[in-house]
């Protein structure tokens, strides 16, 4: 950005930039303190349903808990999810139709739902080039 400008002004930029960069990474503290808080919130809604969320990342990456959190605080039953997702295909199906329930109920998922919807793209992309969508996989 400042190239070789030494000026005190430059050298706060780049200091910002680092700053930014720190904050931005996965195990910045402020994620971590985050991530534990909405975990913790989490499970106390699905207590009543006796199931445990440890690992966001992991725990909601099929969609299952994530449906499951969702039906718990709308007190509202979702459309049948794929029980046992094996592909990532059947994944993203069950996390789109968590996002799909949220947008029809007027909340905005605009975000996420731009991330799944390229996911799913690569993945159904992913198919065909290996031709796994004759094989029913």
Same mark, same amino acid.
Not at 42 to 47: M, S, W
Not at 61 to 65: A, M, V
Not at 122 to 131: D, I, M, Y
């Given at each position: 950005?400042?190239?070789?400008?030494?000026?005190?002004?430059?050298?706060?930029?780049?200091?910002?930039?680092?700053?930014?960069?720190?904050?931005?990474?996965?195990?910045? /503290?402020?994620?971590?303190? %985050?991530?534990?808080?909405?975990?913790?919130w +989490?499970? !106390?809604? #699905?207590?009543i349903?006796? @199931?445990?969320?440890?690992d966001?990342?992991?725990?909601l990456?099929?969609?299952?808990?994530l449906?499951?959190?969702?039906?718990?605080?709308?007190q509202?039953?979702?459309?049948?999810?794929?029980?046992? /997702?094996?592909?990532k295909? %059947?994944?993203?199906?069950?996390?789109?139709? +968590?996002? !799909?329930? #949220?947008?029809n109920?007027? @909340?905005?998922?605009?975000?996420?739902?731009?991330?799944?919807?390229?996911?799913?793209a690569?993945?159904?992309?992913?198919?065909?080039?290996?031709?796994e969508?004759?094989?029913?996989?």
């Open positions: 950005m400042c190239g070789n400008d030494k000026s005190a002004k430059c050298e706060d930029a780049t200091k910002e930039e680092d700053m930014l960069e720190q904050d931005l990474l996965e195990s910045a /503290p402020w994620k971590r303190i %985050q991530q534990n808080s909405f975990t913790r +989490a499970n !106390e809604r #699905l207590k349903m006796n @199931i445990q969320i440890d966001l990342k992991y725990d990456s099929d969609g299952l808990r449906i499951t959190l969702i039906e718990v605080l709308a509202k039953k979702l459309p049948k999810p794929h029980q046992n /997702p094996v592909y295909s %059947q994944k993203l199906e069950n996390v789109s139709l +968590a996002l !799909e329930f #949220l947008q109920e007027g @909340i905005k998922t605009v975000n996420i739902v731009v991330q799944v919807q390229i996911r799913r690569r993945e159904l992309e992913g198919r065909k080039g290996r031709g969508e004759e094989s029913g996989k």
